[in-house]
């Protein structure tokens, strides 16, 4: 695929910038899937938006209202990028937050996005429901990318995915099959569509190239092959 969009930023800021598989890539993807699209009325949150570089993407390509949480980076952090990006605080709002305590009125997003993020908090059947699924409005969308595997190998992990990750580190990647399950214990979100994403290769080679450290230490299972394991995943869910 072309990423058309993506590569329009500049290369370093977006190396020094990502935590994981190009985020601006996957998203690119994830929103060309079943002409999904955002509007200039929208009302998006970028949950888990880490240095807040999708956050910008979507400020900045469809001129949506974006509020970027995340846990790990402070909003004063994201805010100077935003502000270097030319963007105010009409167009993003960043904020600190945790998934399970989302300080937000009810039905208030027209779209929630998570890009490499939803695995490290919604792996419970119970998340959805309880604690994002009602921040969205009946008709709004939840677009999800994750790191995951082509099949669960929880019970036999080959030793290359050793080489960079602990056990407990594997037990946040997952297949299809096991999202689908957790997706179908709540009643209303309708699964749009749970497919393998085409920028496996590139999202992942833009992100071992980068300095950062968690980056450096992939590097020893993904040159040592696991990348047969692995998968990144497009996640795209309806609440009813
Ligand atoms: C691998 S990073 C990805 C960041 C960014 N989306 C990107 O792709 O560059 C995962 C992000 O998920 C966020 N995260 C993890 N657990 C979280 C939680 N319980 N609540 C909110 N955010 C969480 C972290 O703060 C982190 O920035």
Redesign the pocket.
Known sequence: MKYIKSNKYDKNFVKNN???PN?LKLLEELLSLHSMTISPTDTVLD?????G??SIFLAKEYQAKIFA?????TPTDNKKRFDEMGLTSNQIVPIS????ALPFAEEFFDVVTC???YN??GLDKEYLGKHLLPLIKHGGYLLITVPGLKKDIHDNIPAEMLLSWSAENIETLHDIKFWQQIFKATEEAEIISLQEMLGFDECWNDWLASDNEYAINDRKSMNAGAGKYMNLIAMILRRK
């Open positions: 990502i935590m994981g985020p949950l888990g938006c880490g240095r570089i999708t949480a995340d846990l790990w980076i937050a945790e998934a399970h890009v490499d993020s490290f908090f």
